[in-house]
Each structure stands twice: as structure tokens, then as C-alpha cells.
């Protein structure tokens, strides 16, 4: 059987897909990166490698995520791409012709406006905790109660309270004062829910045209509540594809699938075992221009693998061509 990886490595978590020839996920993690990108993802490569072992041809790998490059280095991946690219395939192979998607994770949030599936306009929001799934997480703590119930519960609200969403610390202050005003608990999440899409698009969607079809995707997807309230916000429907949380690692694996046709069909793969090897990552500040770029180098076993992060390329090309010559 032949395979297409995906991975996506960001600050608060790591997904690794395996689609088969036709794009159908066979496989799919989630894993919490823990600031330790290198060790989630030879966790996940692991747990690939326990359950297929040989019964898979791996032909294509791709990276994307805040982690990519190093992620691509030591998968040997066939396509690195951005975040942007990688939900933007992924959305318009689920749902051909969408126009908006709305992506809220972890610890940032973005939009991305497609036009006859070009992505013409984007934006995203990595500042203020306010618009992510972090906030959630913590009023949810604060409340005592699971995250997986927010969104039910927050559905039972009769009348939703208006909480000041524009900054986490103030929403949270707000929530306070409404428990203490004896507001019920569904019409309290039902607020919260609200706050958060506003936070949204009076930031990460001010001045986008927002068309539909529109998605919407990334781990906070799970919440029917923030679903609901998309809804009544933009008067319009809002579409939750199956695989919401892994949508960046189905867009890497289909960019490497292209990648490795483009190029006569040969994976630079290196295979599961590169889940064995030790990895060491370090940076450092380039001083010969006022550029001041933080080179970031990877090596494994006394060899440098590569260097990323010069605008101007002069250490990224040099390890580019001591591996060529070789």
C-alpha cells in the first residue's frame, strides 16, 4: 500500500496524517508539542512506525506549521510550506469552491480568503490570547468544567450575556462580574462564545469580504458553541469539515504528493528510523549585515543537517552546497 505523510508542527501541538493514493486519512495524530518540536515528532513517527511498519510505501512527505523546517529536515521532507498554503489545499480539496476559511487554534488564529482557489487575502492573529482556543481552555478551567462540554452547554442558553471579549483579562474580569449577577451558566459560555467571534472578526477579519462557502477549522472547531456563534454573527452557514483538526497536515501531504510528481516520483523520505536518531538544535546572530538574522542550525551525529533564517541565504546555501558536493 502506498502513503502521502502530512505533518504540522506548531507551539501547542503536533498532527501527523497518512493519506493513501485516493487522499482518504488512514491514520491521524494529535499530539501536544510541549516546546520539545523534535521529541513530539519522533513520538508521532514512532507510533506510525509501530502500527505500519513495512505494510506502507511512504511516497511523498510534507511539513508545515511554526516547526516545518525542522520538521523537514529530519523527515526528509519533499515540500516545507506555510500554514497559509497548506489550510488553504487542504480546505479547497474538502470543499471545492470555498471562499473563507476561519482557523482558530491553540495560541493564535487566522483567516484566508480564496477566489476561484487562489488565496487572495489572509490574516492572522498570534498577539492576543483573546481570539484563540487558549481562552477558552482557561475560562473553562476557571469554571470547572471539561472543555469537550463547552460547546453543548453553551447550545442550552435561553439569554446569552455580552462579555467584553476584546482582551482576555478583561473578558475574564467581565465573566466574574455576570456569575456574580446570577447569570446561568449556559447563558455565561453562550457569552463567551460570542466575545471570542467578535474578538475574531473585529481583528483577525477586519475589512476581509467574507463569502461563503465558508470553513471552519482547527482544534477550536470542535466547540458547537463558537460554531453557533459564526452563525448568528455573519448570518450565513458554516461549514466543519470531518478531519477540523489536522486540515494543516492533509494540505502538506497533498503539496508533497505534487511536489514528488513534479519531480519524476522520488521521495527524499528518510524513513521511520529517523525516529533513532539524536537531534541537536541551536541558533545564532548573524552580524555581517544590520540584518541581524538568528540563524537556526539542526544536526544529528556531529554533521550539520542545515541552517534556516538568513534573509540573504549566505548560511542556508552554504550547507545547500557542501551537500551537493557530495
Not at 475589512?207 to 452563525?231: D, L, M, Y
Not at 477540523?244 to 494540505?251: K, L, R, T
Amino acid at each position: 500500500m502506498y502513503g502521502f505523510l502530512g505533518i504540522d508542527v506548531g507551539s501547542v501541538s503536533t498532527n501527523i496524517v497518512l493519506l493513501d493514493h485516493e487522499g482518504k486519512v488512514l491514520k491521524k495524530l494529535y499530539l501536544r508539542t510541549q516546546g520539545q518540536p523534535i521529541a513530539a515528532l519522533q513520538r508521532g513517527l514512532a507510533l506510525f512506525r509501530d502500527e505500519f511498519g513495512d505494510a506502507v510505501e511512504i511516497c511523498a512527505v510534507g511539513t508545515t506549521g511554526s516547526g516545518r523546517h525542522l520538521a523537514g529536515v529530519i523527515v526528509g521532507a519533499d515540500s516545507v510550506k506555510n500554514e497559509i498554503t497548506a489550510h488553504a489545499v487542504a480546505a479547497s480539496i474538502e470543499v471545492p469552491g470555498v471562499q473563507t476559511i476561519l482557523e482558530i487554534g491553540g495560541q493564535d488564529s487566522k483567516i484566508i480568503i480564496l477566489r476561484d482557489g487562489i488565496v487572495t487575502d489572509f490574516a492572522m492573529n498570534t498577539v492576543c490570547a483573546a481570539g484563540t482556543g487558549s481562552f477558552l481552555d482557561q475560562q473553562a478551567a476557571r469554571l470547572n468544567i471539561p472543555i469537550q462540554d463547552f460547546g453543548a452547554i453553551a447550545l442550552r442558553a435561553k439569554n446569552p450575556v455580552r462579555i467584553a471579549g476584546r482582551c482576555s483579562v478583561f473578558a475574564e474580569s467581565d465573566m466574574i462580574h455576570k456569575q456574580q449577577m446570577g447569570h446561568s451558566l449556559p447563558d455565561i459560555l453562550a457569552g463567551l462564545c460570542e466575545a471570542l467571534v467578535r474578538n475574531y472578526l473585529n481583528n483577525v477579519g477586519k475589512g476581509k469580504e467574507i463569502n461563503s462557502p465558508i470553513i471552519f477549522q482547527g482544534g477550536v472547531a470542535a466547540n458547537i458553541g463558537i460554531k453557533k456563534a459564526f452563525e448568528k454573527a455573519l448570518q450565513q452557514e458554516i461549514l466543519i469539515p470531518e478531519h477540523f483538526d489536522v486540515m494543516g497536515a492533509i494540505g502538506a501531504a497533498h503539496l508533497a504528493k505534487e511536489a514528488v510528481a513534479a519531480k519524476g516520483g522520488n521521495t527524499n523520505f528518510r524513513g521511520f528510523s529517523a525516529v533513532l536518531d539524536e537531534y541537536q538544535a541551536s541558533s545564532f546572530e548573524c552580524k555581517d549585515c544590520p540584518n541581524l538574522c538568528e540563524v537556526i542550525e539542526i544536526g544529528a551525529r556531529s554533521n550539520l543537517l542545515a541552517r534556516w533564517g538568513d534573509k540573504c541565504g549566505k548560511w542556508s546555501n552554504s550547507v545547500a552546497a557542501q551537500q551537493n558536493a557530495v
